[in-house]
């Protein structure tokens, strides 16, 4: 498609419980990324992706966050056993393969996670 | 704690009036680049600017990166209402990194 899709708008979960979203990326691109944002605007980057393969996985939780992209199915970010730092919005991007230099990220609408 | 500093972090103009936001870095910027978000929504893509010295315009909004690639500024020209929302400039944190860093946001409120 022509626009990140982030599903759902918006998950709500009890703490402890497993939450799962999804990201279907522009189509072309060869980069997805999965960014947090929370209290003031403050974006945290997760993780990303090139093709299928983690490209950097730097700013994600060890223990309870995990994300794949693999072909022919949307890219998903799943937190087992969430708790309550875990509310915010999560944002995910695509950007397109350039062997120069880097290409603007174009971000969906976000995932609005509340843990209760 | 945010690497870029944006200023002002909020901002109330009349519509029809000039405004200018800044985002400052105390490294040097591999590449720089401006979003508009609005409540409830994703972030939209404005500009990328890579190189000294440049400047980029689209329709009423301009931005530049200085010679030193360390600051940018984002000009809106004869504001109006669509413009409102909130302003972010993001960065490379390293060539070919592929991840952002982004300032603290810019929230512009236009007046009628």
């Keep these: 498609g022509e626009e990140v899709a982030q599903t759902p708008k918006h998950l709500v979960r009890g703490e402890g419980q497993k939450a799962k979203l999804y990201c279907a990326p522009i189509k072309g691109h060869s980069y997805v990324f999965w960014y947090q944002q929370v209290l003031k605007n403050e974006f945290k980057f997760l993780i990303s992706f090139q093709n299928e393969n983690v490209f950097d996985e730097t700013g994600m939780p060890k223990e309870r966050f995990s994300a794949k992209c693999l072909p022919n199915s949307p890219c998903s970010l799943e937190i087992q056993a969430t708790k309550l730092e875990d509310s915010a919005v999560y944002f995910c991007a695509s950007s397109q393969f350039d062997a120069v230099s880097n290409q603007p990220q174009h971000f969906g609408d976000g995932t609005r996670l509340s843990i209760l | ?112």
Aim: hydrophobic share 30%.
């Design chain 2, 1 to 112: 704690s945010q690497e870029l500093e944006q200023s002002p972090q909020s901002l109330i103009v009349q519509e029809g009036k000039n405004l200018t936001i800044n985002c400052t870095s105390s490294k040097t910027l591999y590449g720089l680049y401006w979003y508009k978000q609005k409540y409830g929504e994703g972030l939209i893509f404005l500009m990328m600017l890579q190189k000294g010295g440049e400047e980029k315009s689209h329709e009423k909004i301009t931005a530049k990166l200085d010679e030193k690639k360390q600051q940018s500024s984002l000009h809106i020209t004869a504001s109006q209402p669509s413009h409102a929302g909130i302003y972010l400039c993001g960065a490379d944190k390293a060539p070919g990194a592929q991840k952002l860093v982004f300032g603290q946001g810019t929230r512009l409120t236009i007046n009628p």
